[in-house]
C-alpha cells in the first residue's frame, strides 16, 4: 500500500495534514498485519477510484502516538478527517472486505 499512497513522514506533517481542507483518509498498517496485507491487493483501485481524497499511510509501529491519540487500537483502520475534524471511522475486529472499505469511502462524499 505505501507504493499508491502518501507516507506520514512525522507528527509534525499529519497534524498539518489533520487541519487540510480537503478529505484525507489515514490508513494505519503494519507490516507484520496479516488482515493488512488481506486488504493489499484491492486497495489501490481503491484510491485510484477515490481520488478527489488524500490516502496517507501511517505505519502503526513507528508512529503509536499518533494511535493513540486517536484511539486506533486495531488494524488496518481507516480514519478520514478535514478541517480539524474527524469526519468518519472505519475500525472493526473484523476483516474489512473491499465492499465494505468502498462503503466507508462512498459515505464521506456526504461529509
Do not use: H, N
Not at 490508513?27 to 484510491?47: G, H, Q, T, Y
Not at 480514519?79 to 462512498?106: H, M, P, Y
Amino acid at each position: 500500500m505505501k507504493e499508491y499512497m502518501k507516507l506520514i513522514s512525522s507528527i509534525d506533517e499529519f497534524d498539518t495534514i489533520f487541519q487540510g481542507s480537503r478529505i484525507s483518509v489515514f490508513v494505519f498498517s503494519a507490516s507484520w498485519c496479516p488482515d493488512c496485507r488481506f486488504i493489499e491487493p484491492f486497495m489501490k483501485s481503491l484510491v485510484e477510484k477515490y481520488s478527489s481524497y488524500d490516502f496517507y499511510y501511517v505505519d502503526r509501529d513507528e508512529y503509536m502516538e499518533i494511535c493513540q491519540r486517536l484511539m486506533v487500537m486495531g488494524i488496518p483502520s481507516f480514519v478520514a478527517v478535514k478541517d480539524g475534524k474527524e469526519i468518519g471511522r472505519f475500525v472493526s475486529k473484523l476483516r474489512k472486505t473491499e465492499a465494505e472499505i468502498d462503503q466507508f469511502l462512498q459515505d464521506l462524499q456526504r461529509s
